[in-house]
């Protein structure tokens, strides 16, 4: 299969690794070091990541903060996450560039589009931050949408399950793992993936998904080779 311009979601809890909260720097170097194999296979990579480590929008709700507000503190949240994994990469000789949705061009350049792919083209790895830079959309969302700008060839979803099941898997033992979905029956059987926004912006521009366990040591440089079936293809 081989893919040539992916776009990898991480979510920020994966960034955890066994803490209860921020940070765990062997997680983000395990993860920069998979970044790097499929890198120096000239892979074109961009990178988007939740904040849910730090801080979740979901969450202000319940403290009292305002919604929009706790939107905006849970953008800046990935901010934090993305420097940390920007830092990372060009640990190991990777050249990066970080785009942000909010402008903070003391930290990182203002999200646009053709300067994105022209980063790729050069064969920098292009993190994106802060969301969209709208409350109310999720960096499932940004994600998504982000893949359809630099068109990249599919969305690379890393969780902690190695695919979509029937059931949770971690509470049902005898959940099925799918090799391969539609996005009408993703839809159809309410598979909870990505929100809805991010799924039906996939699916009317025609980029696959594909949801895989990105705490695997060498399954992200398996699924881009295309060798062997790794997570679960949506399409």
Known sequence: MGYKRVLLKLSGEALMGKQNYGIDSAQLEQYA????????KGVEVAIVIGGGNIYRGVQAETSGIDR??????????TVINAMAIQSTLEKHGMYTRLMSGIKMEAVCE????????RHLEKGR?????????NPYFTTDSTA????????????????????????????DPNAVRFEKLSFEEVIRNGYNIM???AFTLCQENN?????????????????VDGDEQ???LIS
């Open 33 to 40: 070091l998979d970044i790097k194999k499929i890198h120096d």
């Open 68 to 77: 929009v507000q706790g939107d905006y503190m849970g953008m800046l949240a």
């Open 110 to 117: 203002p999200f646009i589009r053709r300067r994105a792919v």
């Open 125 to 133: 790895v292009v993190i994106f931050g802060a969301g969209i830079g």
């Open 144 to 171: 998504s949408l982000r893949a359809i700008e630099v068109e990249a060839d599919v969305v690379l979803k890393g969780t902690r399950v190695d695919g979509v099941y029937t059931a949770d898997p971690e509470k």
């Open 195 to 197: 929100d809805m926004t």
């Open 207 to 223: 980029v696959p998904i594909i949801v895989f366990d990105m705490n695997k040591i060498g399954n992200l440089e398996k699924l």
């Open 230 to 232: 790794i997570g679960t």
